[in-house]
Every structure is written in structure tokens, then in C-alpha cells.
């Protein structure tokens, strides 16, 4: 396999790398070509996050649970980024979630008639409607209700990030405890007193695909807290995009392409949803040894340079290159897919989900550290406490280098140290430890 760069001290809003691009499934290589730089990436993630919400009956073991390829997708970016392409990645389940929403509304009409027709079965409740796609601005109580009806999970996408926020406020539809357990799998239930109904979901299935600027995303952040933070793969950027023209003529229909696409992943829905026996997802002996072997230098590397409590972030990164692992090849064999009893993953796509997963956990560090209000990492202590109580930037500069840390990110350092109050600026060049 190649050789993956480990290192997390320099770090950066890095882009996906053009490797993972060159290399990917084709249906995701239809939809990512038109793009470039940030809408690339936004495109690709976006889609893995919503397609991850269209793969019935294939299962992976990980750390001894049973686990399916849900993922939670986070896109942070200033306004007018460019960032709303995420929107494009919905059109590849609509097919899939009108099939089922029709199937649905079919299957309570023909109840109502029966009902009205005998009325001997008055009594009998009518099956509920049965979404893919759920809004976000629901209840805590009606999340329940369409995931307990829901036969291989559902999907929130939202490009309003402050839509779900809001409802992490309330009392009423903050269903950040569901959405925490959901990420693994992890058994709910829901009482309530009012129409004595009890609703218990094993192994509920969501996924996730939210984009939104940092102030919209506050209350969501915040819940680092809970860990509900922890389990977003997220990715975020800063630039602003130029003004488009657009008057141009395009040289793509983009969303003819994501509905061909959405087509495709629409037949592979249905081939999977019909198998008699789920199929189990693996990866090779020498796939495990290099997964372990990479996450234990990352994560000796975090406790060396940053703060201890992006740990979790770090092992629940572990489960997400899974589940990437585990939606790469799926698409990889969409043609042939019911010929298979076990699918095993190709050493393309372990190294494609590991470099995404790099580059995500990095953005995902540098957004912990902006919005930490915690302590410091033992080295950063180290190199603090080594200066005077009134410093230069040259002379931290000079601390670093003993510590082969590269200037830029002892640069960084003196911004994250500022953010949580170790240190203020007293001029230009010239800092007071506090």
C-alpha cells in the first residue's frame, strides 16, 4: 500500500487529495468531475453522507458491534462559500425516498378503505407514513415515530445548519441523546403519558448531512460537551468564493448528473433491500495491521501536540474510515453485488477512506481548537512554560524549533493560545503569558 503522511502537527484546511479523486468508484467519479477545489470535496462528502443512508443489509464488525454505514457530515463555511452544491447530493436518494413515501401513502389508503368498508376493523391503527429523508425541524417525539417505521433508517439533510440548532435548544425536539446513540447503533426508547404509547428501536439508523456558517452551527458545536460534536465528520473552510457568472454558458447540466447517478444508486438500493441474508463487510489482515498501525502514531501524535480531549474525535474517526471503507466498496461492486456472500475491502479503497479520513480529522481538530475553552496539551505547556512571562513570536519561534515544530504552526499555536486566554497580546510581535 502507499505510504500515508501521519503527521497531524502542521495543520491545515487541507483539500481532499487528487489521488482520492483519481481513484474513486465510478458513480462517485461522474458526480465529483464537474467540480473543482472546495465544491469538490463539499460534493464528495456530501454524497458519501447521503448515500450512507442507501445501503440495506450490509454490516461491518467493529471493535465487537455490528455496525451499518451511517455517517454524520458537517460543512462549515463563512457565507457565499460555495457550499450550497451540497444540495445536489440529495437528488441521489429523492427517487428512493419517493418510492418509499408512495409505497407508504398506498399501503395506509388501502387500510382506510378496508376500515370504512368494515366496520369490524375500525380498530385497527393504519400504518404510519414512511419516510427516507426527514425534515430537521421536527419533534424529539416524531423523530421517533418515523425512525420506528423506518425499515433501513432515514436521512436529514440540511444547508440551513441553525434549522436543526434550534431544535438542540428546545426542550421538546432536542434529540441530541437519539442522535448520539444512533451513531452506533445503540437501542432507544421513547414513553409517554399522554396517548400511553412506548416506542422501543433497536439498532436505529440515521444519517446526517448538515452544512451551515460557524454561528449557525454554535449550539450544535457546543456539544462537544456531549459528544455529539465528536461524531461528525466534518469538514470546514474559510475562503470566500468569487462572484460566478452566471450567465455563462455551463458545460455541465449538473443535475441531469446527479440523476443519472441517483438512478444508479436507486438499482443498487433495490438489489440490496430484496437479499434474503445481509452481507458482511471485512476488511483484509493486512488492512486491520495498517489501520492500527496509523491511528496509534495519530494518536500518540494528539497527545503529544493538542489538547487530550480531541481524543474521542479521534476514535470515532476510527469507526468513520470504517463505515468509508465499507460505502467505497459497496459502490465499487454495484454491478455485481448480489453475487457475493461477503464483500471484502479492496486495498484502492482502504487507502482512498484513510487519506479522506486524515484530512477530515485535521479540520476537525483545527474546529475543536478554535472553540476549545479547555487546557492546553502537555507539549504546549512545555513549550509556554519554557518562555519568559513577557515573549516575542521570535522567541517562541525559536522555542519550537527545539521542538521540530515548524514556524507556521507555532503561529497557530500563539492564535489558539490567545483564543483560550494562556496568553494576550500586548503589541505587535510581543505577547504576556497569562
Known amino acids: ?79 457565499a462559500s460555495g457550499k450550497g452544491v451540497m444540495n445536489f447530493s440529495r437528488i441521489l436518494v429523492q427517487k428512493i425516498h419517493t418510492k418509499i413515501l408512495d409505497d407508504s401513502k398506498l399501503n395506509h389508503s388501502i387500510c382506510q378503505d378496508q376500515k370504512k368498508k368494515d366496520k369490524e376493523k375500525n380498530h385497527i391503527e393504519c400504518p404510519q407514513l414512511e419516510l427516507k429523508i426527514i425534515p430537521a425541524n421536527i419533534s424529539t417525539a416524531e423523530m421517533y415515530s418515523y425512525l420506528n417505521v423506518s425499515k433501513n433508517g432515514v436521512l436529514i439533510i440540511e444547508s440551513e445548519a441553525d434549522t436543526l440548532s434550534n431544535m438542540l435548544k428546545n426542550d421538546w425536539s432536542n434529540y441530541s441523546d437519539l442522535l448520539r446513540k444512533a451513531f452506533q447503533h445503540e437501542s432507544v426508547s421513547l414513553s409517554r403519558q399522554i396517548d400511553n404509547r412506548y ?107 493538542h489538547s487530550h ?13 470504517f463505515r468509508l ?5 459497496i459502490l465499487r461492486n454495484e454491478s455485481d453485488i448480489t453475487n457475493k456472500s461477503t464483500l471484502i475491502c479492496s486495498n484502492r479503497d482502504f487507502i482512498i477512506a484513510l487519506k479522506i479520513i486524515k484530512v477530515v ?20 505547556e512545555e513549550i509556554l512554560f519554557s518562555l519568559k512571562q513577557s515573549f516575542t513570536r521570535k522567541e517562541a519561534i525559536e522555542i519550537g524549533e527545539k521542538h521540530n515544530i515548524p514556524q507556521r504552526t507555532i503561529d497557530d499555536k500563539l492564535k489558539q493560545w490567545q483564543r483560550k486566554k494562556a496568553i494576550k497580546k500586548v503589541e505587535q510581535g510581543k505577547y504576556k503569558r497569562l
Open 199 to 305: 416506542i422501543e428501536i433497536n439498532e436505529p439508523k440515521i444519517s446526517l448531512v448538515i452544512s451551515g456558517t460557524p454561528d449557525q452551527l454554535q449550539p450544535l458545536i457546543k456539544s462537544k460537551e456531549n459528544g455529539l460534536f465528536s461524531r461528525f465528520l466534518i469538514y470546514s473552510f474559510d475562503e470566500i468564493s468569487s462572484f460566478k457568472n452566471v450567465f455563462a454558458q455551463q458545460a455541465y447540466n449538473y443535475k441531469d448528473i446527479f440523476e443519472k447517478s441517483g438512478n444508479v444508486i436507486y438499482n443498487l438500493y433495490g438489489k440490496l433491500f430484496q437479499l434474503k441474508d445481509e452481507l458482511e463487510f471485512k476488511l483484509t489482515e493486512n488492512q486491520y495491521k495498517r489501520f492500527l498501525k496509523d491511528f496509534t502514531f495519530i494518536h500518540e501524535d494528539i497527545l503529544k501536540n
Open 325 to 329: 471503507c465499507m460505502i467505497l466498496t
Open 1 to 79: 500500500m502507499d505510504t500515508v503522511e501521519k503527521n497531524l502537527v502542521i495543520l491545515k484546511n487541507e483539500y481532499i487529495p487528487e489521488l482520492v479523486y483519481r481513484n474513486l468508484p465510478e458513480v462517485l467519479k461522474n458526480i465529483t468531475s464537474p467540480f473543482s477545489e472546495r465544491e469538490r470535496d463539499i460534493v464528495l462528502l456530501s454524497s458519501l453522507g447521503v448515500l450512507s443512508s442507501a445501503i440495506p443489509n450490509v454490516f461491518g464488525i467493529y471493535d465487537g458491534d455490528k455496525i451499518y454505514p451511517n455517517l454524520f457530515v458537517l460543512i462549515v463555511a463563512p457565507p
Open 361 to 380: 480529522l485535521k479540520h476537525a481538530i483545527i474546529n475543536y481548537n478554535s472553540l476549545n475553552d479547555g487546557g492546553l496539551s502537555d507539549q504546549d
Open 309 to 321: 480531549n480531541v481524543i474521542p474525535n479521534l476514535n470515532r474517526h476510527g469507526l468513520m474510515m
